[in-house]
């Protein structure tokens, strides 16, 4: 009785498979596609990102301006309202400015991967004890590295306005081949099951 229940689940799941599979190599290939285009054109991706960007901080603004109407004590109601501000005129400012726009979003995400190289370091000379510690450490040491050697290069106005771009561009290139390997390993799994 059991192996009369566990066959359709199998065959049900077979099925899901044997469909997925294409759906993750297609999107893994269109994300790839997205990618290189990125990276074809950084500006216009750059760009294209820091609009979205201006756009949501800009909506965030208007929501949380909306949401201070319901706040009656005024000592909330003041920071509600001037979180609100900084977003619409920030998003504001993103969306009338967008180059200057994108030099700032790019500074800032230069400024995280320091931030973030310096962080893992301070990790994993902390906690060298674990077992990968060291590969923490060489991992954020070349995350800073990095991230001071993009800074420096900042005052480019063509290195800072694709900088962005290029970075997005590389990250959808490795998730759309990612997609397409997981898509052809799923494959694999139904041939062998079938």
Do not use: C
């Not at 750059?46 to 109407?69: D, R």
């Not at 400024?111 to 973030?116: A, G, K, Y």
């Not at 923490?136 to 995350?143: E, F, M, P, R, T």
């Not at 694709?162 to 990250?171: C, R």
């Amino acid at each position: 009785m059991s192996n009369s229940i566990q066959e359709p689940a199998q065959s049900g799941n077979s099925s899901f498979l044997s469909k997925s599979w294409k759906w993750f190599v297609i999107v893994g290939i269109l994300v790839s596609l997205a990618g290189i285009a990125a990276m074809s054109l950084p500006v216009m991706a750059g760009v294209t990102i820091t609009t979205i960007v201006g756009a949501i901080f800009l909506f965030s603004g208007l929501v949380q301006a909306y949401h201070t109407f319901s706040i009656t004590p005024w000592s909330i109601k003041l920071w509600y309202v001037l979180g609100a501000v900084f977003y619409i005129v920030g998003g504001l400012f993103i969306l009338f400015k967008p180059l200057a726009g994108l030099v700032t979003i790019t500074m800032l995400m230069v400024l995280v991967m320091i931030f973030n190289g310096i962080t893992r370091m301070v990790f994993g000379i902390s906690h060298r004890s674990l077992s990968g510690s060291g590969w923490v450490i060489v991992s954020g040491l070349i995350s800073t590295l990095i991230g001071f050697y993009f800074f420096s290069l900042l005052n480019d106005p063509e290195f800072s306005l694709s900088l962005l771009g290029v970075f997005v561009g590389v990250s959808l290139l490795f998730e759309g081949v990612s997609f397409v390997f997981l898509g052809l390993q799923l494959k694999k799994v139904v041939s062998q099951r079938g």
